[in-house]
């Protein structure tokens, strides 16, 4: 099997690439390396998961930006799977240069549909879409105060599913630029035929991550932790989020593209679901518990369109992809600990 991964260099990509190079499937890297610039600041080294990749016989590495579709087109001809991972991350950037969010999420995935729709070989596409879609309209659903946590009430136990609204509500430009590649991948598969799969995604965390105060907050927590750099909290830190470990996520996607005729065009919410949730303070004792080390903590206020409690329901991806979270918190976050404590020169 053929297999095209754009933003492979990157923390989900990477992890991909190296899923389906070990599995004997040739895979093609495509990547603009521009992370550190979208960002605007990081920690390691930026190229550090292109190096990785390059050790791989199986994988091609390309540089290329999906902004540009001559090179989009090229790179996506002859391929049987296409995962989009290529993006701009971070709301906070979106909302200080939404002119590069926009061209890098909905121009980019536009491409690669496109590029898609035109090639022969009419392969199946998997999209990586957010939570963020749903924007301020998660934080009218009722929640409950606890001592460390928020929790959605009894309406939302299981978590947010895949028919909740997307409308009439603030997104902030990345939620916007989300939806629209969002939409038109659903919408290629209803008028194309395109076998494009939709996955909403929860916060995704894992080895090779490097996580910045603006995008990666559990990996950001950890690499703070461990290189006793201060955490700001924005809001009280009582936000909840479900959290997926990367190598569930990547077998989420191969049930997908196992299954992409029967399922083309169809939306997932994937996370950990209702099992595997955590909020900031308790991340912050987790890590404390697993190091003996503490961050000094501050607090600001509520970052814009903050969401205090978004847990996936992910009880389709479980029926319709025969497919459950593995990695519970506990073990996800100590495999992340002991590779950043492995990797500390990286982060100074």
């Known amino acids: 099997m053929r297999v ?7 923390f989900i990509g990477s992890h991909i690439a190296e ?5 004997g499937d040739d895979v093609t890297v495509f990547d603009n390396l521009s992370r550190d610039n979208l960002l605007g600041k990081g920690y390691g080294n930026i190229n550090y998961n292109w190096n990785y990749l390059g050790g791989f016989e199986r994988i091609k590495r390309i540089k290329g930006d ?6 989009t087109k090229n790179v996506a001809k002859d391929n049987d799977v296409i995962i989009h991972v290529a993006a701009q991350t971070a709301v906070t950037a979106s909302l200080t240069a939404p002119q590069t969010d926009f061209a890098t999420n909905a121009l980019g995935t536009f491409n690669v549909l496109e590029a898609a729709r035109i090639s ?4 199946a596409i998997v999209y990586t879409s957010t939570n963020k879609v749903y924007g301020d ?9 606890g001592a460390n946590r928020y929790a959605f009430d009894e309406t939302f136990k299981s978590g947010v599913s895949e028919d909740f609204s997307i409308d009439r509500c603030e997104h902030t430009p990345y939620g916007c630029s989300k939806l629209a590649g969002d939409l038109y991948a659903q919408d290629y598969s209803k008028t194309y035929g395109l076998k494009t799969g939709v996955f909403r995604m929860s916060c995704i965390y894992g080895t090779r991550q490097f996580g910045v105060e603006d995008q990666g907050w559990v990996a950001w927590f950890t690499i703070a932790t461990l290189t006793e750099k201060p955490i700001t909290l924005y809001g009280d830190g009582k936000q909840v989020r479900d959290i997926l470990y990367v190598e569930d996520l990547v077998r989420a996607f191969d049930s997908f593209i196992q299954r992409n005729t029967a399922l083309s065009g169809e939306v997932f919410n994937i996370g950990g679901g209702a ?17 003996g080390k503490r961050s000094p903590i501050s607090y600001r206020d509520w970052r814009p369109s903050d969401q205090k409690v978004y847990v996936s ?5 479980r029926q319709a992809l025969e497919w459950t979270p593995k990695v519970n ?7 992340l600990v002991n590779w950043v404590s492995k990797n500390k020169s990286l982060f100074n």
């Open 313 to 317: 329901n992910i009880s389709k991806a």
């Open 120 to 123: 022969e070989t009419n392969p």
């Open 19 to 23: 899923f389906y190079a070990k599995n």
């Open 137 to 145: 309209n998660i934080n009218r659903a009722k929640v409950v105060e």
């Open 66 to 71: 999906v902004t540009n579709f001559e090179e």
């Open 329 to 335: 918190p506990m073990e996800g976050v100590k495999k």
């Open 275 to 291: 099992e595997n949730t955590i909020s900031l303070l308790e991340l912050i004792a987790l890590l404390e518990q697993l190091t």
């Open 4 to 10: 095209l991964v754009t933003g492979g260099a990157g």
